[in-house]
């Protein structure tokens, strides 16, 4: 499996979805750019559901957005041009968002096309992916960029949910995700390809999936998972740090092992937790 966007990923997808509701999360306090106020925060949690959608929105050209943009928990979807909802590659997002922007209180329904792509640091807080397209969201900012999703979930990403491929850090907290293939991928063969971060805390992961995070340790990457609560998997199939080498041909990229290191995969056994 490749996660190329530059040009677009290779991944070959599935076509069939299950249909399920999805679980919650717990609180989480951090500080710097992913602190916000709680009371500001639609959270996932066993005993609630997603939000209700206050109205829908056909789309049928990307939205820019700079600054910042309370969708109010309006349903958005792809339409026209935008009406791709499985692999198809090369889909343009449903958001693009500007360095600095942020994207709240939105819920991206059927079709999800490209879901939302940050073209430098972000923030996307309390935003829901019913029903993931090609990515939920794909991360493009430099090595400085700081990319911070804050609540909100995805659900039936036949692919990957968060694609990195520029540089910088994602931080991703207090989110759900169910019925997937891979949370987050480190472009594997970009043609520009940089050192990642990644960190995942307080994450509620539903089966079915396959992996949680894949990174390139020929490329320095680092994922550390956190307060990880994984449902349904009882045989721990879903793979909690892949490990790859990366490239910058587009070729398919090789495997390299998985599982706790002190240096590329960073948790232990005590950070997951299997319900």
Same mark, same amino acid.
């Given at each position: 499996?490749?996660?190329?966007?530059?040009?677009?990923?290779?991944?070959? !997808? !599935?076509?069939?979805?299950?249909?399920?509701?999805?679980?919650?999360?717990?609180?989480?306090?951090?500080?710097?750019?992913?602190?916000?106020?709680?009371?500001?925060? @639609?959270?996932? =949690? %066993?005993?609630?559901?997603?939000?209700?959608?206050?109205?829908?929105?056909?789309?049928?050209?990307?939205?820019?957005? @700079?600054?910042? !943009?309370?969708?109010?928990?309006?349903?958005?979807?792809?339409?026209?041009?935008?009406?791709? /909802?499985?692999?198809?590659?090369?889909?343009?997002?449903?958001?693009?968002?500007? /360095?600095? %922007?942020?994207?709240?209180?939105?819920?991206?329904?059927?079709?999800?096309?490209?879901?939302?792509?940050?073209?430098?640091?972000?923030?996307?807080?309390?935003?829901?992916?019913?029903?993931?397209?090609?990515?939920?969201?794909?991360?493009? *900012?430099?090595?400085?960029?700081?990319?911070?999703?804050?609540? +909100?979930?995805?659900?039936k990403a036949?692919?990957?949910?968060?694609?990195?491929?520029? *540089?910088?850090?994602?931080?991703?907290?207090?989110?759900?995700?169910?019925?997937?293939?891979?949370?987050?991928?480190? &472009?594997?063969? &970009? =043609?520009?390809?940089?050192? !990642?971060?990644?960190?995942?805390?307080?994450?509620?992961?539903?089966?079915?999936?396959?992996?949680?995070?894949?990174?390139?340790?020929?490329? *320095?990457?680092?994922?550390?998972?956190?307060?990880?609560t994984v449902?349904? /998997?009882?045989?721990?199939?879903?793979?909690?740090?892949?490990?790859?080498?990366?490239?910058?041909t587009g070729?398919?990229?090789?495997?390299?092992? =998985? +599982?706790?290191?002190?240096?590329?995969?960073?948790?232990?056994?005590?950070?997951?937790?299997?319900?």
């Open positions: 499996m490749t996660s190329r966007v530059e040009p677009r990923a290779r991944h070959r !997808r !599935r076509t069939d979805r299950k249909r399920a509701l999805i679980g919650g999360v717990s609180a989480l306090t951090l500080t710097g750019a992913a602190m916000f106020t709680s009371t500001m925060l @639609s959270t996932a =949690s %066993a005993a609630t559901t997603w939000p209700t959608a206050t109205g829908s929105e056909a789309v049928s050209s990307t939205i820019a957005v @700079s600054g910042t !943009r309370d969708g109010g928990y309006k349903r958005y979807y792809g339409s026209g041009e935008l009406a791709g /909802d499985g692999q198809e590659e090369g889909q343009d997002p449903i958001f693009q968002l500007a /360095d600095g %922007a942020t994207l709240k209180n939105v819920i991206i329904g059927a079709p999800g096309a490209d879901g939302v792509h940050c073209q430098g640091s972000c923030t996307l807080q309390n935003v829901w992916w019913e029903d993931v397209g090609e990515d939920a969201a794909t991360f493009k *900012g430099g090595n400085s960029a700081v990319y911070t999703v804050y609540g +909100g979930g995805a659900k036949a692919d990957k949910v968060f694609q990195h491929n520029g *540089g910088g850090k994602l931080v991703v907290s207090k989110f759900a995700v169910q019925d997937f293939k891979t949370l987050y991928r480190s &472009c594997g063969n &970009c =043609s520009t390809q940089y050192k !990642r971060t990644s960190i995942f805390n307080t994450v509620e992961v539903t089966a079915p999936g396959s992996r949680l995070v894949g990174i390139n340790t020929n490329y *320095g990457d680092t994922a550390a998972l956190r307060n990880i449902v349904g /998997d009882s045989s721990k199939k879903i793979v909690p740090c892949q490990k790859y080498i990366g490239n910058n070729a398919e990229p090789t495997t390299n092992g =998985s +599982g706790p290191d002190a240096t590329y995969c960073d948790y232990t056994a005590s950070d997951i937790t299997y319900q």
